[in-house]
């Protein structure tokens, strides 16, 4: 059983920066595609960054240049660094996970079987 547990979000405001974690259990990490997602009311879920099985990153247009998503595979950790955040960026930011190596990125919400319970960035103007 995968287990995924964000942690670090908050308020912070516009123009600042956040960096949010995830923790991996359940399964061995390196072999897993991971990325973070991030939904608003009303809304779907949408891709903001994502990780495939050897560790190439892609970005959501919206975030390139701002933000940075890190694997550790020894710790089993996923993080996404925030910078220059704006009130756009306000949103649950879900960590998740693909058990498997694809030699491809996934960027749909569907894609991907494991899902942490969110963890909560506002950013103020």
């Known amino acids: 059983q995968v287990q995924l547990r964000e942690s670090g979000g908050g308020s912070v405001q516009s123009g600042g920066s956040l960096t949010i974690s995830c923790a991996v259990s359940?399964?061995?990490?390196?072999?897993?595609?991971v990325g973070w997602f991030r939904q608003t009311p009303g809304k779907e879920r949408e891709m903001v960054a994502v990780?495939?099985?050897?560790?190439?990153?892609t970005y959501a247009d919206h975030v390139k240049g701002r933000f940075t998503i890190s694997r550790d595979n020894v710790k089993d950790i996923l993080a996404l660094q925030m910078n220059s955040l704006n009130s756009e960026d306000t949103a649950m930011y879900y960590c998740?996970?693909?058990?498997?190596?694809?030699?491809?990125?996934?960027?749909?919400?569907?894609?991907?079987?494991?899902w942490g319970q969110g963890t909560q960035v506002t950013v103020s103007s």
């Open positions: 359940g399964w061995t990490f390196d072999i897993y595609s």
């Open positions: 998740a996970a693909r058990v498997g190596y694809y030699d491809r990125p996934f960027v749909q919400p569907d894609d991907y079987a494991y």
């Open positions: 990780v495939d099985s050897i560790g190439r990153p």
